[in-house]
């Protein structure tokens, strides 16, 4: 589905890492890998180190800390803020909503909107276009979009195919009017068919939390997990990435009447670096602009891949200058979105580390 | 298509000197989704033919896979 915006922007970006680093080098004994074995995965993958949060940190106070930023910088102003979003499949409790408790966190007024909605890798550009939908009403004036994931609480960490390549991280991003009537132009897709593709079967409802869903296998080398913890059919997110994907970019490139020379940055959504390079390359896209060491340093931290990777790569431009960039979330629904906007110059552009008072 | 071409392919990704026609990919050492995630690549970037998941789950020889790669990019 097509849509198309006006006098939007994104005004200020804050990502939020836990301090807790952790290399692959390090970790790789508890895959079950030998040392050649190790190297190739590496070497493939394209991975280093990761941010891991400790057992008592959620994503909402990824998130809040993020907020506190934008605060005590006075880019935000909490009267301003007229709608919570919290995007994210880590929340606090399975009720009430996590944006309530963050809207209670920081003592907001009556007159807010709070919405959770629970998405993954596409969860940025979904959250986006929630914001601009909201932005069309008039009492909305600021929309604070807030990301985040401890994906770590989902999984083992003796999960070769999950743990290294997951981050933890949360973000917070300011959307709100502009006088600039630059268009906004996004496609939105989802496909419910594969919902199996990345899924936690065990833990909601259809299959209740029982000592058989927390029940830890090794399901095949070096993979031990429960019903409650991610399961990916990796080909098929594969076969998503490549054959969805790139589609979409190039219609959403010809429908906003850009090319790849016009645009200035690619900001993907990085599963990895593997994937992103060979996105790339289909695309034929130069890979100077397209970004992709996200999960190299920090992991895959579904929506907030995108936000980091602005503030990790483009932090001073973005600052400075307005640029025209396309924007491509796509993962757990399976849900894909992308877009063609004017980003900056930003008010506020950082990455900082969760270090609480 | 070059089938001595695509078994040399898949023995850089294997790790191997040579892939024979008739090798069955499971008794290689390294066939495991890393590998399987690598020929999906390799077979979408060098012969622009995407093959599913469920597809090279159920091809057993070198053969098979090439015959597979070929029958799609007719």
Same mark, same amino acid.
């Given at each position: 589905?097509?849509?198309?915006?006006?006098? %939007?922007?994104?005004?200020?970006?804050? !990502?939020?890492?836990?301090?807790?680093?952790?290399r692959?080098?390090?970790?790789?004994?508890?895959?079950?890998?030998?040392?050649?074995?190790?190297?190739?995965?590496? %070497?493939?993958m394209?991975?280093?180190?990761?941010?891991?949060?400790?057992?008592? #940190?959620?994503?909402?106070?990824?998130?809040?800390?993020?907020?506190?930023?934008?605060?005590?910088?006075?880019?935000?102003?909490?009267?301003?803020?007229s709608?919570?979003?919290?995007?994210s499949?880590?929340?606090?409790?399975?009720l009430? &909503?996590?944006?309530?408790?963050?809207?209670?966190?920081l003592?907001l007024?009556?007159?807010?909107?709070?919405?959770?909605?629970?998405?993954?890798?596409?969860?940025?550009?979904?959250?986006?276009?929630?914001?601009?939908?909201?932005?069309?009403?008039?009492? #909305?004036?600021?929309?604070l979009?807030?990301?985040?994931?401890?994906?770590?609480?989902?999984?083992?960490?003796?999960?070769?195919?999950?743990?290294?390549?997951?981050?933890d991280?949360?973000?917070?991003?300011v959307?709100?009017?502009? !006088?600039?009537?630059?268009?906004?132009?996004?496609?939105?897709?989802?496909?419910?068919?594969r919902?199996?593709?990345?899924?936690?079967?065990?833990?909601?409802?259809r299959? &209740?939390?029982?000592?058989?869903?927390?029940?830890?296998?090794?399901?095949?080398?070096?993979?031990?997990?429960?019903?409650?913890?991610?399961?990916?059919?990796?080909?098929?997110?594969?076969?998503?990435?490549?054959?969805? /994907?790139?589609?979409?970019?190039?219609?959403?490139?010809?429908?906003?009447?850009?090319?790849?020379?016009? /645009? !200035?940055?690619?900001?993907?959504?990085?599963p990895? &670096?593997?994937?992103?390079?060979?996105?790339?390359?289909?695309?034929k896209?130069?890979? !100077?602009?397209? &970004?992709?060491?996200?999960v190299s340093?920090?992991?895959?931290?579904?929506?907030?891949?995108?936000p980091?990777?602005?503030?990790?790569?483009?932090?001073?431009?973005?600052?400075?200058?307005?640029?025209?960039?396309?924007?491509?979330?796509?993962?757990?629904?399976?849900?894909?979105?992308?877009? #063609?906007?004017?980003?900056?110059?930003?008010?506020?552009? %950082?990455?900082?580390?969760?270090?609480?008072? | 298509m070059?089938?001595?071409?695509?078994?040399?392919? @898949?023995?850089?990704?294997?790790?191997?000197?040579?892939?024979?026609?008739?090798?069955? @990919? =499971?008794?290689?050492?390294?066939?495991?989704?890393?590998?399987?995630?690598?020929? @999906?690549?390799?077979?979408?970037?060098?012969?622009?033919?995407?093959?599913?998941?469920?597809?090279?789950?159920?091809?057993?020889?070198?053969?098979?896979?090439?015959?597979l790669?070929?029958?799609?990019? =007719?």
């Open positions: 589905m097509k849509c198309i915006f006006k006098n %939007k922007r994104i005004s200020s970006i804050v !990502a939020v890492a836990p301090s807790q680093e952790f692959f080098d390090d970790e790789y004994q508890y895959f079950k890998m030998t040392e050649p074995q190790a190297k190739r995965f590496k %070497k493939i394209g991975l280093d180190r990761h941010r891991i949060a400790p057992p008592d #940190v959620c994503a909402s106070d990824l998130c809040l800390y993020g907020v506190q930023q934008l605060l005590d910088a006075g880019v935000l102003k909490k009267e301003e803020i709608a919570v979003l919290f995007i499949q880590t929340p606090d409790y399975i009430p &909503p996590t944006s309530n408790v963050i809207h209670g966190k003592g007024g009556h007159d807010v909107i709070c919405l959770d909605i629970n998405q993954g890798c596409a969860g940025y550009l979904a959250g986006l276009q929630l914001a601009f939908m909201l932005l069309e009403l008039p009492a #909305v004036s600021k929309v979009l807030l990301t985040g994931d401890t994906g770590s609480k989902q999984m083992t960490r003796e999960n070769r195919i999950n743990y290294p390549i997951n981050g991280a949360g973000a917070a991003t959307v709100e009017r502009s !006088a600039d009537e630059k268009t906004i132009f996004m496609d939105v897709k989802n496909d419910g068919s919902y199996k593709a990345l899924i936690i079967p065990g833990g909601a409802y299959m &209740p939390s029982s000592p058989e869903t927390l029940k830890l296998r090794e399901v095949e080398e070096g993979v031990v997990k429960c019903l409650e913890h991610v399961d990916m059919d990796g080909a098929a997110v594969f076969n998503f990435t490549m054959d969805d /994907i790139p589609p979409q970019i190039e219609a959403v490139l010809a429908y906003s009447g850009e090319t790849r020379d016009s /645009i !200035a940055h690619f900001f993907l959504h990085q990895n &670096p593997f994937i992103v390079t060979q996105m790339t390359q289909k695309m896209i130069p890979p !100077a602009k397209v &970004p992709n060491n996200v340093l920090y992991g895959n931290c579904s929506s907030t891949t995108i980091l990777n602005i503030a990790l790569n483009c932090r001073e431009p973005m600052l400075a200058e307005t640029r025209r960039v396309c924007l491509s979330g796509f993962g757990v629904g399976l849900t894909w979105i992308s877009a #063609v906007m004017d980003l900056g110059p930003l008010d506020f552009c %950082k990455i900082v580390d969760y270090k609480p008072a | 070059d089938k001595l071409e695509f078994y040399q392919r @898949l023995a850089e990704i294997l790790d191997v000197e040579e892939v024979k026609p008739e090798s069955v @990919l =499971k008794e290689f050492d390294v066939w495991d989704s890393l590998a399987i995630l690598s020929v @999906l690549a390799m077979t979408d970037a060098k012969y622009g033919v995407s093959v599913k998941a469920e597809e090279i789950r159920s091809v057993v020889t070198a053969e098979d896979l090439a015959r790669v070929e029958t799609k990019q =007719k």
